[in-house]
């Protein structure tokens, strides 16, 4: 069983949805949680970062965190075609060593 | 502020050869990560540096290696190169004194070997 489990997809929503994506992780060791984007040919853009239980939000995005189910979700408001892209989820252990989800690809049809 | 720098962007090898990768980070940013990434196996972190020491390693073997420079930049070495090799190389840079801050990311090298 991989340590950070996340859905590939493929994704696909129309303009305006609210996107939900979601990993499930087995350590509760991980104290550190990030969501990362990723286009095609270009590494990955640090999205949110939290540490914390609960809600982090920051403009159309909202990561929340429920450590007690080992379960974490970013929430994409009113989404857009330019949001289409890969979306890593990220955990940091307490070696500070960063374990990534498998990434879901996100496709939004204008 | 210019983001992570890595060259060279693409790179083709051959089985048996060496190749050394490059990486400048954020101005000011002191921990360098190096992850490979490939179709199969996702992000997988090689190593991090912090003034010069490793201070953490993943699970490759040794002929993966890496150092760090005074300045910062980082260079990332692999020798005797395998077909298995071929991935996507990205380096990623924190402020890094504590080792829980946000990695930031470069675009990658990418590596195919012949």
């Not at chain 1, 429920?66 to 307490?94: E, G, N, V, W």
């Not at chain 2, 991090?48 to 760090?68: A, D, L, V």
């Not at chain 2, 005074?70 to 070495?77: H, L």
Request: aromatic letters at 12%; charged letters at 20%; proline letters at 5%.
């Amino acid at each position: 069983q991989k340590e950070v489990e996340q859905d590939p997809g493929p994704l696909s929503v129309p303009e305006g949805a609210i996107v939900s994506l979601n990993c499930t992780y087995s350590n509760s060791a991980f104290q550190y949680f990030m969501w990362y984007r990723q286009y095609s040919r270009k590494g990955p853009e640090l999205l949110m970062y939290t540490y914390s239980s609960g809600n982090k939000e920051d403009g159309r995005f909202t990561a929340q965190v429920d450590k007690s189910s080992k379960y974490i979700s970013l929430f994409i408001r009113d989404s857009q075609p330019s949001d289409s892209a890969t979306y890593l989820c990220a955990l940091m252990d307490s070696s500070y060593k960063l374990i990534f989800g498998s990434g879901t690809r996100l496709l939004v049809r204008p | 502020k210019a983001g992570v720098t890595q060259t060279p962007r693409y790179l083709i090898k051959t089985r048996g050869q060496q190749v050394t990768l490059s990486c400048s980070p954020i101005s000011g940013h002191r921990s360098v990560s190096w992850y490979q990434q490939t179709p199969g196996q996702g992000l997988q972190f090689l190593f991090e540096y912090f003034s010069e020491t490793q201070r953490n390693k993943g699970n490759f073997p040794g002929r993966f290696s890496g150092r760090q420079f005074s300045n910062s930049r980082s260079e990332m070495n692999v020798s005797t190169l395998e077909l298995g090799d071929s991935a996507l190389y990205l380096c990623a840079s924190s402020e890094g004194a504590m080792g829980n801050q946000p990695q930031h990311f470069g675009d990658g090298t990418r590596l195919s070997i012949l």
